[in-house]
């Protein structure tokens, strides 16, 4: 039985983990942590965890949380996560960070888009968690990166083509919209029901801090620097992540080669479906699950290709896929305790 523990469970993303992880049959989840919610029960914070988890918030140190822990999820703030792993790992535990602090392997690239790096010597050990791209290199890691939620909802569909030379790297461009859940748990009028409801809006345009992110692991797939137009956008409903990217197909590429890069590139991913080219996918779909699914159609008028995926911001962009990737550094399946039916109604 593996022993975990989560460091900043009073979030969306640390909820979503405890309540993955108190079904998986291999662990028994020891200790979760909150400064704020130190001394609470989980379940009179999440009600809906009633008669699945019994754990009480602490605010504790490494020292203690490794104690009870073989492997720890950081589910922190940027900047306070390069406070907390280092001490982690110096205790001989594994951890996935669910922060950005060490997604990005070139500390000058992390400074430009968040601030001087603590601890840059650490970039070079952690793993990108995207399992369909670095599967084997996750198996043996310490550290892993857990991906953020708009880059997995665009690398995903974006892989292939870019593997296969099917299209220009130049002309990629990724239009997103989320959930208001991707904006955390916490309150600001910018996520106010008010201000969301009956509203939808793009922000941070040519600047979200998931763009290097995105460049960094979509370069090393073409072999060549990628520079993309992302456009995030913010939708009323609660979870769920649908990304459009559209791109220039390169001369004599068809739509059987597309297939076949596809089927390909995903032939033993058990959480990418395909839907093809005959059906676009919704989030509904995917909502509560593990699960991205990618449809593609060609406008052969302008010798574009557009491919939607959808994911759920919190499972598969978050904590469904830092499970899969506490499975793969613990050598169990991959699927276990994520193979269950998204929630659509």
């Known amino acids: 039985m593996l022993r975990v523990a989560i460091a900043g469970a009073s979030g969306y993303t640390g909820f979503e983990l405890i309540r993955i992880l ?12 909150s400064r704020v919610q130190a001394g609470q029960r989980l379940d009179a914070f999440y009600p809906a965890m009633k008669g699945h988890c019994e754990l009480v918030f602490e605010n504790t140190t490494p020292e203690v949380l490794t104690a009870n822990a073989d492997l720890v999820f950081t589910a922190l703030p940027h900047q306070a996560a390069m406070d907390f792993v280092p001490n982690l790992l110096e205790r001989g535990v594994k951890v996935i960070d669910l922060s ?47 991906p953020g939620c708009y880059p997995t909802s665009i690398i995903l569909p974006s892989a292939p083509l870019l593997q296969k030379a099917l ?75 649908l990304s459009t990217v559209y791109a220039t197909l390169r001369e004599e590429v068809t739509l059987d080669r597309i297939d076949e890069a596809f089927a390909s ?25 593990n699960y991205c699914d990618i449809g593609w159609r060609v406008d052969e008028r302008n010798r574009r290709l557009i491919v939607v995926s959808v994911i759920d911001n919190l499972t598969r962009g978050a904590s469904g896929q830092a499970v899969c990737n506490m499975n793969l550094m613990s050598g169990m399946p991959e699927e276990l305790g994520l193979d269950y039916a998204p929630w659509q109604p």
């Open 265 to 289: 590139f995903y032939r033993d991913a058990p959480f990418v479906r395909l839907c093809g080219r005959g059906e676009l996918p919704t989030t509904l779909q995917v909502r509560g699950s």
């Open 167 to 241: 299209i220009d790297p130049k002309t990629l461009i990724a239009d997103s919209k989320s959930g208001v859940t991707g904006a955390g748990r916490g309150v600001s009028l910018a996520v106010h029901f008010c201000e969301v409801s009956d509203s939808f809006k793009a922000y941070k345009v040519a600047e979200h801090r998931h763009t290097p992110e995105i460049e960094q692991e979509l370069s090393g797939l073409a072999g060549e620097p990628v520079c993309l137009t992302f456009t995030p956008h913010l939708v009323p409903m609660s979870r769920g992540i």
């Open 22 to 33: 108190s079904h998986h049959p291999q662990v028994e989840l020891t200790t979760i942590t």
């Open 100 to 146: 950005a602090d060490y997604r990005l392997k070139d500390p000058l690239v992390y400074e430009a888009w968040y601030q001087p790096h603590k601890t840059p010597e650490l970039l070079a050990q952690a793993v990108y968690g995207l399992p369909e791209l670095h599967r084997q290199r996750i198996r043996p890691a310490r550290l892993v990166a857990n």
